[in-house]
């Protein structure tokens, strides 16, 4: 089974800021999990311990049963191949068209040809961007750059799929389509896990809710 665990994860900074402190808890295949908790709680924390872009403090993070800490730098680009990631500020590389950023992950791995190209063509038209595959990002708006990044994301089709307020930047209807399309990756075994504010819209999903609080636990429960 695709399983995330934390055991007694804690994350502390060089400052002496401490982001996440002995949280545990297990996310678990076919299941969509909304992280939330006001600025600071530690949302961001969890997620860069996830795509192993820090390491924690004390505690462990396995995905699978394999630690990610033992992971050598030089094995980190496999281990992430079976992340799809939504970023905040978007990622997106502006001098490069619209299908140029959502095709690169799967350039990376060998994919290309018509098969890549379909992806890329679902994933656009998903997303409502099937008309702008030519356009570079500096060409579109603040929301369109946030879609296309949730293209590239789910064009690999995920076993993690990890989003950061991935629907900060879309109108309502964007963002109910937006969490529609997350939740089908559950279909297929996916983990989905998304940090957001915004308890409108996770009122509206069928989903599992884990507030954080000064990167503590304080409420866990399913919708």
Request: glycine residues 8%.
């Amino acid at each position: 089974m695709n399983k995330i665990k934390f055991q007694k994860v804690s994350k502390s900074y060089s400052e002496g800021r401490s982001a996440l402190s002995e949280v545990s808890i297990e996310l678990v295949e076919g299941e969509v999990t909304f992280l939330t908790g006001h600025s600071g709680a530690g949302k961001s924390s969890f997620l860069k311990l996830i795509m192993r872009n820090e390491l924690a403090s004390n505690g462990t993070v396995s995905v699978n049963g394999i630690d990610l800490a033992s992971i050598k730098k030089r094995d980190l680009p496999y281990y992430r191949r079976s992340l799809g990631v939504v970023f905040q500020d978007h990622h997106l590389l502006m001098n490069r068209t619209v299908f140029d950023n959502v095709v690169l992950p799967l350039s990376l791995i060998g994919i290309s040809g018509r098969v890549a190209i379909r992806r890329v063509r679902a994933a656009l038209t998903t997303v409502g961007l099937e008309k702008y595959s030519m356009s570079r990002p500096y060409e579109l708006s603040t929301g369109e750059r946030q879609r296309v990044g949730i293209a590239r994301a789910v064009v690999m089709r995920p076993r993690i799929l990890l989003a950061d307020e991935p629907t900060g930047n879309l109108d309502p209807e964007l963002s109910l389509r937006a969490m529609e399309l997350f939740s089908q990756f559950t279909e297929i075994g996916s983990i989905v896990v998304v940090a957001s504010h915004d308890l409108l819209l996770i009122n509206q999903i069928k989903a599992r809710v884990v507030e954080l609080s000064d990167g503590r636990v304080i409420q866990d429960s399913r919708q």
